[in-house]
């Protein structure tokens, strides 16, 4: 019997990375999975290789997240799970150096997309429904020249407290899950391919465990987070971080 038969989850930022690989974990289990993202092309075929729904979306667009959400409710009624997942880092630059276009893109994705897109779901999710947003450990942490990217996740941890109180009376449970270095293209879209590289290696250097995180480690955490096993669970935020923080 699978999980999730029939529930409906709803993961933005699907067409690769972490939400990936949660979108296909969810599918696997059975449940009827909308993806997001701009780029049509990754979008269709992410789509297409783990069944899920294609559905073109900004998330740092109100307007785009209203008809998004205005999609999802004429297919498939009320939402299960929900997974605000898409983000992006933004540049590495020291707090003096900082320029408005990458305040404005980081925030305007990760901060205002997360909270537009929880916002206009509500009325959407289900009576015990799962809501799931990502954050990071960095929330927690201060590094040197991530400044908008830390503050963007450490909102995006308050809004899930927030919504956890507000939500309670419907059983609807809000979690925040904050992964430390993962392996995806994240930093690819913003550093050339040798410098990525050497970022991976110096975080992989660092962390207890010795090892960079999968974008699978932080998808089981999701799927069990959507659960029905993780029922009495909700405004907590779960590092994955392999002693990052220790
Ligand atoms: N990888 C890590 O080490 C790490 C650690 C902690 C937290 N995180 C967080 O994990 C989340 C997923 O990142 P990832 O590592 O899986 O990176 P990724 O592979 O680059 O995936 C990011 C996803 O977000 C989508 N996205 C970005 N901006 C969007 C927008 N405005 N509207 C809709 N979709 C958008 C991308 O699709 P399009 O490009 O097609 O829009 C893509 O599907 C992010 O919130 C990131 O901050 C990552």
Redesign the pocket.
Same mark, same amino acid.
């Given at each position: 019997m699978k999980t999730f038969k029939d529930k409906v989850a709803v993961v933005?930022?699907?067409?690769?990375?972490?939400?990936?690989a949660t979108a296909k974990l969810l599918t696997a289990e059975g449940a009827k999975v909308i993806i997001?993202?701009?780029?049509k092309e990754?979008?269709e075929e992410a789509a297409k290789e783990i069944g899920a729904f294609p559905y073109l979306?900004?998330?740092?667009?109100v307007q785009?997240i209203e008809n998004l959400t205005n999609e999802v409710q004429s297919h498939f009624g009320q939402v299960d799970i929900l997974f605000i997942?898409?983000?992006?880092?933004g540049d590495n630059t020291l707090i003096e150096e900082a320029t408005e276009q990458n305040f404005d893109d980081v925030m305007?994705?990760?901060l205002k997309?997360t909270y537009f897109t929880l916002s206009r779901f509500i009325p959407l999710l289900k009576e015990g429904a799962s809501v799931i947003l990502?954050?990071? %450990? !960095?929330a927690s942490t201060n590094h040197p020249k991530s400044s908008v990217?830390q503050a963007s996740?450490a909102a995006v941890n308050s809004i899930a407290k927030t919504a956890a109180a507000e939500l309670a009376p419907r059983r609807i449970r809000v979690n925040s899950v904050?992964?430390?270095?993962?392996?995806? %293209? !994240?930093?690819?879209?913003s550093y050339d391919t040798i410098t990525a590289q050497g970022i991976w290696n110096s975080l992989a250097d660092r962390i207890p465990l010795k090892k960079?995180?999968t974008?699978e480690d932080?998808a089981q955490m999701v799927l069990y987070l959507s659960g029905e096993t993780a029922s009495f669970i909700t405004g907590s935020d779960f590092v994955i971080d392999g002693g990052i923080l220790l």
């Open positions: 933005t930022g699907g067409n690769s990375g972490i939400g990936y997001t993202g701009r780029r990754a979008l979306a900004d998330q740092s667009k785009d997942n898409a983000g992006i880092t305007n994705i990760n997309g990502l954050s990071s %450990n !960095v990217y996740k904050s992964p430390g270095p993962t392996r995806t %293209n !994240v930093l690819d879209k960079i995180g974008p932080v």
